[in-house]
Every structure is written in structure tokens, then in C-alpha cells.
């Protein structure tokens, strides 16, 4: 399993930006997707977005597309989640995980989440 730490949630203001960032410890994410996933309170976690190993292909859900955008420096072992025009129905804890696709944007079977970064999107 993967051990992933999401950072650079926060709180800010609807139309504001935020980049979250899921960085690998200890090995390389060269070879796997990964992806981003967000619970809200009271709701079931669900796929944000996903990006393939190498970078080239992505997938988003399509309450972001336009607004979000998914990219990863392998160098770094980093995926980043860039995220402009946010809304109030944004806010929710967002984690990072290997996911089983791109077109696919679920997380791997057995994933171990980790503590996620909270985003909360208020006035």
C-alpha cells in the first residue's frame, strides 16, 4: 500500500484558489495513478480527479471540470491538485490515493486513507 500525505487544505472564500499537494514518502510514484477524493460531511467519499502515471492523461468529475486541474512531478513523488472558482459545495475532506484508472477514478482495492487535508470553502 501506498503511504501518502495530503497537505494545503485551508479555508477560504467562495471564488478563491487553493493547491493541495500528495506527496510520497519513502518511494517513488513513477509508476502508479493517483488520484484525488473528497468526502463532505454526511456524504460518501467520491473521485475528484485522476492522473495517469506518467502525467499525460487525466479525468475529472464534472462538478470540477474547468475549475480544477490535476498534475504531478515525478521528480518530487508529488501530485498536486490546483483548484480556482471554489464553492461552497467544495468543502470537504480531500485525500489522495493510487487509483485503479484515469477513465476509472476510484481508489485502489485496499486502500489505507490517510488523514486528508481539509478544504472549507465560507464566507
Known amino acids: 500500500q501506498l503511504q501518502l500525505v495530503e497537505s494545503g487544505g485551508g479555508l477560504v472564500q467562495p471564488g478563491g484558489s487553493l493547491r493541495l499537494s500528495c506527496a510520497a514518502s519513502?518511494?517513488?510514484?513513477?509508476?502508479?495513478?493517483i488520484g484525488w477524493f473528497r468526502q463532505a460531511p454526511g456524504k460518501e467519499r467520491e473521485g475528484v480527479s485522476c492522473?495517469?502515471?506518467?502525467?499525460?492523461?487525466?479525468n475529472y468529475a464534472d462538478s470540477v471540470k474547468g475549475r480544477f486541474t490535476i498534475s504531478r512531478d515525478n521528480a518530487k513523488s508529488t501530485v498536486y491538485l490546483q483548484m480556482h472558482s471554489l464553492k461552497p459545495e467544495d468543502t470537504a475532506v480531500y485525500y489522495c490515493?493510487?487509483?485503479?484508472?484515469?477513465?476509472?477514478?476510484?481508489?485502489?482495492?485496499?486502500?489505507?486513507w490517510g488523514q486528508g487535508t481539509q478544504v472549507t470553502v465560507s464566507s
Open positions: 492522473i495517469s502515471s506518467s502525467g499525460e492523461s487525466t
Open positions: 490515493a493510487e487509483s485503479i484508472g484515469v477513465r476509472v477514478c476510484m481508489p485502489a482495492t485496499g486502500t489505507s
Open positions: 519513502g518511494f517513488t510514484l513513477d509508476y502508479y495513478a
